[in-house]
């Protein structure tokens, strides 16, 4: 069940009038929680168990986890429980093909995929969301294993924050600190969680609907025979691409947060303008925000972050970074993606702190090859394989012409989106489109 | 932010859309005023002016909205009679001046009075959906409705089978109140073409996509060669396409316009559906007991069903269907006519007539003293 569809608004329409009429009753986590497994039943009822599963194990091992020592060696076996746990649920799931058919590539060894382990006969399949609710599990069990959170006692609220159905599938990935404790009492709900709940909505829904889906049609066309296009054809479609992804991914996390925020929840923000970052590292504090402090917090910090010296701080860059690519996608395009990033990053971020880069460089400069490094790195995220990047590459750079045939109607809309961005970010602008009428006019010709 | 309350720590967005209450009310208004005019207000700027013989041109066949406006023309320019039906009605292999409402029209007494309001593709589970939603300008007028027993030859065209199949016209089958086995939709596809049935504004929009653009949306339009420069707001010309002047699928020169068979006889076997399971007989009980609700006077015209083409161990079973049928109509006191087994060589296949044949079933239904006083 996707949020963009008719399903969708009957399930919330139900699921928020129940919630409305039980918020007051010590049912109404039952009612979310209910809810949220309806929700994430709907794509198959054989991922409920795995959601089920998780879910218990992390809140059982937090309880073993609070009878030992604080500083003990039990409280730190059964984090690594926990985080095997989780890990291996995503390993499993996710990444099991990639590693049989690189292990039998490199060693000629015969490993049977996984699909042919599954029982009873059931489908392997990637299980929605798994991602994203794994790591938000695993942030309950770290959180509390570093003293940052108290220890839910009460399961039918910790699931409810595991499977909340607003962020179960795409995010934002919710940290226990932030989240659970507003299951502790029914939030308040007012008019003005209803209508930014609404307005976040409907930002989403055109963003999904209007532009990515729109801007999809072009970038499958391209990329599913990139032997076929020219430099041009390629270069705008990976430029499409760029926002078709920012579209998609910060649709949906809009329409999430939306959903959330007219139930008097609230989610953290996911994307702040990132194709107006002025840094890789500026950019990678727009983009997907709930992902990149996830990683900040739990692998970059714990490997020592900045704080022994610069070579292993490039060594914890490029770690963090692989792993995001991984965390993407189960294929070598996806890590050589997030490498790309960690070289970059690595590459610039002297650069990046030094006065005449912060003070001298034009904004607009840095903000055109920040865009211009992202776009040439979606190149290796959107391709199928590795090989089809590589030749979307070099048949950019070789200079071949072809009629690109990108409509113009497309590009007029990414350029509108773009000059709404900069409008909103420019200080002496941005009251153009505070005003209530321009407001009134986007919000009803979105609708319409 | 605007509007934004102090106490408020939610770190709404980074931009400056955000509405509150009454500004959320601004913008219901205006898109239900949209909703609401809109619609109404392309009818008048939109040119539509059928012809005596007008039909819902092939590749309009699935734009409702265009339907509707077909009829509420026809009821408009003082059209008394509707029929409404399949391709059969609608005229699968003659030109528009070859259809029964034609020759019906050419029946002494009868110039102007009949409308084809068939559409190509129709069987009687999606004919209930378009009449329900879309045939309200029909409203108390004379409507003659074919019976075509070709929907019950086999459980597949009965959509009865199990097997899935994809079928003309999967909106307007009913998407929840009556089961079919064979439609698999998901429920979200269901629930949008109900919503295309039920909303003025979004049949229109679709009535747009279908006249200019691609059926498929203006996104897809503009991907089409030689639309990437195009500005798709130019190609809303306000003039509904129109049936090609020289239709080389239809037509008496055309290499379709020709009789079934050499010989004249067939083996066909069908694995007729009896009355019971049909859900093609259901819907058009359904559709006629519509039709009375809302005031029309229905007449049910009964094939004819190229029975040259049926083997004759197989005639028994389908007569006993066509008596069955008979026997509910009477029951009901419904007015029917089953008119005579056209010759082989005027069918183009098992239930479509070619012009001589539309000519000859024309004449043989205005010929009958029933069909005289219910036309009256």
Redesign the interface.
């Given at each position: 069940m996707l949020f963009h569809t008719w399903t969708f608004l009957i399930f919330f329409l139900v699921a928020f009038a129940g919630y409305f009429s039980l918020r007051r009753t010590p049912l109404w986590t039952p009612w979310l929680l209910l809810a949220s497994y309806v929700f994430y039943g709907w794509w198959n009822p054989f991922y409920l168990i795995l959601i089920v599963y998780s879910t218990a194990l992390d809140f059982v091992v937090v309880e073993i986890m609070d009878r030992c020592a604080v500083r003990g060696p039990g409280r730190r076996a059964w984090l690594v429980v926990s985080i095997v746990n989780n890990l291996s649920l995503l390993g499993f799931f996710k990444y099991a093909d990639f590693f049989i058919e690189n292990l039998n590539t490199l060693f000629g060894l015969q490993i049977e995929e996984a699909a042919r382990v599954m029982p009873f006969g059931l489908e392997y399949l990637l299980p929605v969301g798994i991602s994203f609710y794994t790591f938000q599990s695993m942030s309950y069990t770290i959180d509390f294993y570093r003293g940052k959170i108290a220890r839910e006692r009460n399961f039918i609220r910790f699931a409810t924050f595991a499977a909340f159905f607003p962020q179960l599938v795409a995010g934002p990935i919710e940290r226990a600190t932030h989240l659970l404790p507003q299951f502790l009492r029914p939030p308040a709900i007012t008019t003005r969680h209803l209508t930014d709940g609404a307005t976040l909505f409907l930002i989403g829904l055109f963003k999904k609907i209007a532009l990515s889906n729109y801007l999809a049609l072009y970038v499958e066309r391209i990329y599913d025979s990139p032997a076929d296009y020219g430099s041009a054809a390629l270069l705008l479609a990976t430029f499409c691409f760029a926002w078709q992804i920012y579209f998609d991914f910060s649709g949906y996390t809009d329409m999430a947060r939306g959903v959330a925020r007219m139930m008097g929840f609230d989610l953290m923000l996911n994307f702040y303008h990132p194709y107006l970052a002025t840094g890789l590292s500026d950019f990678w504090s727009r983009w997907h925000i709930s992902l990149s402090t996830w990683f900040r917090d739990y692998v970059y910090l714990p490997l020592g972050g900045n704080r022994r010296g610069a070579l292993l701080t490039y060594r914890n860059l490029l770690i963090v970074f692989l792993v995001s690519g991984f965390w993407h996608g189960a294929a070598w395009h996806f890590i050589v993606w997030g490498a790309l990033h960690a070289v970059g990053i690595v590459l610039t971020r002297a650069l990046e702190r030094s006065g005449w880069y912060r003070e001298r460089c034009p904004v607009s400069l840095k903000r055109a090859w920040v865009f211009a490094f992202v776009c040439f790195a979606w190149i290796f995220f959107r391709a199928r394989t590795l090989d089809e990047a590589w030749l979307i590459v070099t048949r950019i750079f070789a200079g071949i012409w072809q009629d690109p045939a990108c409509p113009l109607l497309m590009l007029a809309l990414v350029a509108a989106v773009w000059a709404y961005q900069l409008t909103s970010a420019s200080k002496r602008l941005q009251g153009i489109l505070t005003a209530g009428p321009v407001r009134i006019a986007t919000a009803a010709s979105m609708v319409i | 932010?605007?509007?934004e309350?102090q106490n408020?720590?939610?770190?709404?967005?980074?931009?400056?859309?955000?509405?509150?209450?009454r500004?959320?009310i601004?913008?219901i208004a205006?898109?239900l005023l949209?909703a609401l005019l809109a619609p109404r207000l392309w009818n008048r700027a939109e040119r539509f002016e059928p012809p005596a013989d007008y039909r819902m041109p092939y590749a309009l066949s699935d734009d409702y909205w265009l339907y509707r406006r077909h009829l509420e023309k026809a009821a408009d320019d003082g059209r008394s009679v509707f029929v409404i039906g399949d391709s059969v009605i609608w005229g699968e292999y003659v030109t528009p001046h070859g259809t029964l409402s034609h020759f019906l029209n050419e029946q002494p007494g009868h110039t102007h009075r009949f409308v084809n309001a068939g559409v190509n593709g129709l069987f009687p589970l999606a004919l209930e959906g378009l009449i329900r939603d879309f045939g309200q300008p029909l409203k108390g007028r004379k409507v003659i409705v074919h019976a075509n027993l070709l929907w019950m030859t086999s459980p597949e065209a009965d959509l009865s089978a199990e097997k899935e199949q994809k079928f003309n016209h999967e909106p307007l089958v009913p998407q929840f109140s009556v089961p079919i086995p064979c439609y698999r939709a998901?429920?979200?596809r269901r629930?949008?073409h109900l919503?295309n049935r039920k909303v003025s504004l979004f049949s229109w929009s679709k009535h747009l996509q279908i006249s200019y653009f691609d059926p498929t949306g203006v996104?897809?339009w503009?991907?089409e060669?030689g639309?990437?420069?195009r500005n798709?707001l130019a190609q809303i010309t306000r003039k509904i396409p129109e049936e090609p002047d020289h239709d080389p699928d239809r037509g008496e020169t055309s290499p379709r316009h020709r009789p079934w068979s050499e010989g004249g006889r067939g083996s066909q076997n069908f694995a007729w559906v009896p009355p019971g399971e049909s859900l093609q007989r259901a819907a058009f009980q359904r559709l006629v007991r519509l039709l009375q609700s809302r005031g029309n006077e229905v007449l049910v015209v009964i094939g004819p069903l190229n029975e040259h083409m049926i083997a004759d161990e197989n005639r028994p079973p389908y007569q006993n269907l066509k008596r069955e049928m008979v026997r509910w109509f009477d029951e009901q006191k419904i007015s029917h006519l089953s008119p005579p087994l056209l010759p082989g060589d005027l069918y183009g296949d098992a239930s479509h007539p070619l012009t001589a044949g539309y000519q000859r079933l024309a004449g043989e239904l205005a010929g009958t003293p029933e069909f005289q006083a219910w036309s009256k």
């Open positions: - | 932010m605007p509007g309350s408020d720590s939610f770190d709404y967005a980074p931009h400056a859309l955000r509405l509150d209450g500004e959320w601004i913008v205006i898109v949209f998901k429920t979200d629930l949008s919503a996104p897809a503009t991907l060669k639309n990437d420069r798709p």
